[in-house]
C-alpha cells in the first residue's frame, strides 16, 4: 500500500518523536543513529529527510551536534502528513487500488465500491493519528519501533 520509502519515513519520525519523550527534548539526533537503529539504508534514509524537510515536518542541523529533528510538536503531526509528503495523498482520494487506469464510478474495477469506503476510513484514521500518540505508546511498553532485540544465550 505504501511505498518503502514512506513506510521508513514513518518509522523513522516515530522514532525521533519516541526519542524526544524519552531524552527531554534532545534536539537533534544524528542520521546514522536514526538509520542504524531502523535497519535503514543510510542514503535512503537521507533522500526520505529531505523530502520531510521540504515538507516542514523536519529540520535538519550541519554541525558536530547536528542531525535531524521534529520541525514542530508531536501531537501537531499526523501519520497523514507523514504520507502525504513521502507518497502523496492521491491513494486517500481517487487513486485506484489495484491501479487500472480511468477507473471510477463510470467504469468501476473490481474494487472499486469497497475501497472507496476503506479510503476515507484509512484517511481518518491516519489523520487523527499522531506521533505523539504513537511515542506515547513505544514508552508504555504497548508497542515497538523496529526490529526486537534478541537475547545472547
Not at 529540520?59 to 504520507?83: M, N, P, W
Not at 493519528?129 to 519501533?145: F, K, Q, S, Y
Amino acid at each position: 500500500m505504501f511505498s518503502k520509502a514512506c513506510i521508513y519515513g514513518i518509522q523513522a519520525v516515530i522514532f525521533l518523536a519516541q526519542k524526544h519523550k524519552q531524552e527531554n527534548d534532545r534536539a537533534y539526533i544524528p542520521v546514522a543513529e536514526i538509520a542504524q537503529t531502523l535497519n535503514i539504508p543510510f542514503q535512503f534514509l537521507k533522500k526520505i529527510i529531505q523530502l520531510l524537510g521540504e515538507a516542514g515536518i523536519l529540520v535538519t542541523q550541519r554541525s558536530a551536534k547536528g542531525g535531524v529533528a521534529l520541525a514542530r510538536k508531536a501531537e501537531d503531526t499526523s501519520v497523514f502528513d507523514v504520507i502525504k509528503a513521502i507518497d502523496g495523498g492521491e491513494m486517500f482520494e481517487s487513486e485506484c487500488i489495484l491501479k487500472f487506469p480511468g477507473c471510477g464510478n463510470e467504469k468501476p474495477c473490481p474494487m472499486h465500491h469497497h475501497w472507496a469506503v476503506e479510503r476515507v476510513r484509512l484517511r481518518r484514521m491516519f489523520q487523527q493519528t499522531n506521533l505523539d500518540v504513537l511515542a506515547e505508546n513505544i514508552a508504555a511498553g504497548l508497542t515497538r519501533l523496529g526490529v526486537p532485540q534478541t537475547e545472547e544465550k
